[in-house]
Structures are given as C-alpha cells and as structure tokens.
C-alpha cells in the first residue's frame, strides 16, 4: 500500500470486535487523523505520516479524558508499504493496543 485513506482505514477498524467506534476526527483535527474507540474504554488517535504515505503514528489514552489531559499510555505506529490491504496492519495495531492495556 503506497497511501493510506484515513477513510478506508477507520472501516477497517470498525470490522474489529474489540472496536466500538472509529471514524476521522475531521472536527477536532486534521482530515487524516483516525479517531478509534476500544471495547475497554480505551482511545486511540492515528496519523497518516507526513513524508511517509503509508505510516501510521497514533497515541493510545487510557480513554477520552487522557486526550484532553494529554496523557497516553503508549506510542504505536504501523508501516504499510508492501501490504495488499488494511486487514494485517489494523490487527498488529489492535495488537499493541491490547498490549500496551495489559491485556
């Protein structure tokens, strides 16, 4: 994958059981910023890359506050490149989440 969609990518992430919620933030950030609620409370915010099309960086927060408070849990990023579709990078993301959650 050579450019990640932000809107493709948060589809991706609401055929994941352990996601309640996931759209693009478009009111609150940029158009490339993906906004993802996990069953566990918890929050994640992802970015496309700048300079790096198919990177994505995101911060994980224990839930909304933690993104007010700017107070995250964990770092998580994913590259793309070479991948056909989002359904292996969006599990290794739903992987560190989990991860950095302890679970």
Do not use: K, W
Request: charged fraction near 25%; aromatic fraction near 8%.
């Amino acid at each position: 994958m050579e450019n990640i969609n932000p809107y493709d990518l948060a589809f991706a992430f609401t055929r994941r059981p352990e996601v309640t919620d996931a759209n693009v933030a478009t009111g609150m950030c940029p158009d490339d910023t993906v906004l993802v609620e996990l069953a566990g409370g918890q929050v994640a915010v992802f970015n496309v890359q700048d300079g790096y099309p198919a990177v994505v960086l995101g911060t994980l927060y224990a839930d909304a506050d933690g993104i007010r408070e700017h107070d995250p849990l964990e770092s998580i990023h994913h590259d793309f490149e070479g991948e056909g579709d989002y359904g292996d990078g969006v599990d290794d993301i739903i992987a560190q989440c989990a991860e950095a959650s302890g679970e």
